[in-house]
């Protein structure tokens, strides 16, 4: 069976034909599932580099970087048109219905990659002096876990009362993929002052916010 | 036809009186906690940790804290987490903390009428006296907000009310969360929040036909969640097979990321950012630990001190001892 699924595609490919994806997808779904899948493969192995896992890999790191810019933006979001939404695809609706939304979150992850990119030279501890103490990052404690003294910096765990009941957002919110839009601003944060896990997990939001709206299933 | 009529009548008798008893049914257990103090910052640490906030907030339409949430569809029908704010009106400002207690422990209405289990009340059985104090004063925090909720929209017969204590005599679950002291803090936090406040089971614990949990089959996925989204087995078995770790689990709590760099959408990246992303790292370590772990062998995993440290400053729930007394 597999083979012959295998045997079909290179036919398929060789008559010039749209290309098979083993899940069947073809045209511009084929294209973006190849587009969310290098992202993936970059987030895969840059989250144990991140964590201090594995050893810190500048010249890796800048390439995921640059991978998740050319898939991110613009480059996202011309392989979106607006068509009837094939089997294939785990595109909901509402990811055309609020095409202002999926378009920010695309442009965000465009600008957070780049900023990733300027935040890898730092490592994995935010360069000194800190930047503004209102800065969820800046306010990072270094782990004291054996083995990992100078590896990964924990986030704040000081969120006030108003903060834990959703009442006051939290002290980086206003830059990140959690808030609506018209609240964001991202312009204020100098990534180049940012531990490059900061500024990963804040790619890592973005996607958790565009996959929560726009992606069939989890 | 005479013949048919007298059964019928005495038919619709016995039915409207059992309807009467079963609407008269008490299934109140009384709590007096008075005026007990509590600490607004354990409280709140508390209600993100048990997704109260989460849930009664509208975050991705910019509601107001606490205010109500988003719609929940499921195959009984639409559920709406109501306002919870101090508003008395529309909210539970004019509640007593007993009447709260009751409602969180027991899922009972100050009315005496039971709640719905999209209400994971099921969940917070143990929650000690002083949780329900600190629960209390943090809600009394909220800026009231004088907004009604709309009402649930639910499909014959689940809209029937009283038929909820039958079903709570049939299929309501209890957390069950026995400290073990041969095992790490972490283990014993993370069986408090996993089986408690967090209600993992709550997605990953599949329903039956009348939306009770399966006690046979915690934790190990549920296909068929309110909005088509998925929840995957997160038996310690699956999740070790998986190559899940308590570093990388703990960082997929935090940030989304999972092991082969998906990232997580779905209720999940829900339960995430508005959950246990904002939870200390311990108590990510701590649910990792806990899950992670075989049953009969001891916790392996990450030193505990990051947990023991937050079990200390901002648990949100009492340690070992005042979860032996807790509870109603």
């Known amino acids: 069976m597999k083979r012959s699924i295998t045997i079909g595609a290179i036919i398929a490919s060789s008559l010039g034909a749209a290309a098979f994806a083993h ?101 994995l501890t935010a360069p000194q002096p800190p930047s503004a103490p209102h800065d969820m990052e800046a306010m990072n404690n270094m782990s004291d876990m054996v083995g990992m003294t100078d590896a990964v910096a924990q986030p704040t765990q000081d969120l006030t009362v108003a903060q834990l009941m959703g009442v006051e957002p939290t002290a980086d919110a206003h830059t990140n993929a959690t808030v609506l839009p018209e609240e964001r601003e991202s312009s204020s944060l100098d990534y180049t002052m940012m531990a490059a896990p900061a500024a990963f997990e804040r790619v890592s939001q973005t996607c958790a916010a565009c996959h929560s709206q726009f992606r069939r299933g989890s | 036809m005479r013949s048919l009529v007298v059964p019928l009548i005495l038919g619709a008798i016995f039915a409207a009186a059992g309807i009467f008893i079963v609407a008269r049914w008490p299934i109140m257990e009384p709590v007096t906690l008075g005026m007990m103090e509590g600490d607004a910052k354990r409280g709140a640490y508390l209600a993100r940790s048990a997704g109260c906030v989460a849930c009664h907030t509208d975050v991705k339409m910019g509601g107001a804290a606490m205010a109500g949430g988003a719609p929940l569809d499921t195959p009984f029908g639409r559920f709406v987490p109501p306002n919870l704010t101090p508003d008395p009106v529309h909210g539970i400002g004019d509640w007593t903390l007993d009447q709260f ?72 679950t209890q957390s069950e969360t026995t400290p073990v002291m041969a095992q790490s803090d972490a283990w014993n936090r993370g069986q408090q929040l996993v089986n408690g406040a967090s209600h993992c089971g709550a997605c990953h614990t599949k329903r039956g036909l009348f939306g009770g949990l399966d006690a046979n089959a915690k934790l190990e996925g549920n296909t068929n969640l309110p909005g088509g989204s998925k929840a995957p087995s997160i038996s310690t078995e699956d999740l070790l097979s998986r190559g899940w770790t308590v570093a990388n689990m703990a960082y997929a709590l935090r940030t989304g990321i999972t092991l082969g760099g998906d990232v997580l959408g779905g209720s999940m990246a829900e339960a995430i950012a508005q959950g246990t992303g904002m939870l200390t790292e311990g108590d990510r370590e701590a649910i990792a630990t806990y899950l992670l772990t075989p049953s009969g062998q001891i916790s392996v995993g990450l030193p505990t001190n990051a947990a023991a440290s937050s079990m200390d400053s901002m648990a949100g729930m009492e340690g070992m001892a005042g979860m032996e007394s807790g509870g109603n």
């Open chain 1, 23 to 123: 899940s069947g997808a073809t045209g511009v779904v084929l294209e973006r599932m190849n587009g969310m899948s290098a992202m993936k493969k970059v987030m895969g192995e840059l989250a144990p580099m991140m964590r201090g896992e594995v050893p810190y890999d500048v010249a890796a790191a800048q390439k995921g970087a640059a991978t998740i810019m050319a898939h991110a933006g613009g480059g996202m979001v011309k392989l979106f048109p607006e068509e009837a939404i094939p089997a294939t695809s785990y595109a909901v609706p509402a990811l055309w219905e609020r095409w202002d939304d999926f378009s920010d979150l695309a442009d965000l992850l465009e600008s957070q990659a780049f900023g990733l990119a300027m935040a890898i030279p730092n490592g």
């Open chain 2, 101 to 172: 207690a009751v409602a969180v422990r027991q899922g009972v209405r100050p009315d005496g009428k039971a709640y719905y289990p999209a209400f994971t009340y099921e969940f917070y059985n143990q929650f000690t006296d002083q949780d329900m104090a600190d629960l209390w004063t943090a809600f009394r925090t909220v800026p009231p907000v004088s907004v009604p909720t709309a009402q649930h929209d639910l499909n014959f017969p689940f809209n029937l009310r009283w038929g909820l204590k039958l079903w709570r005599a049939r299929y309501m």
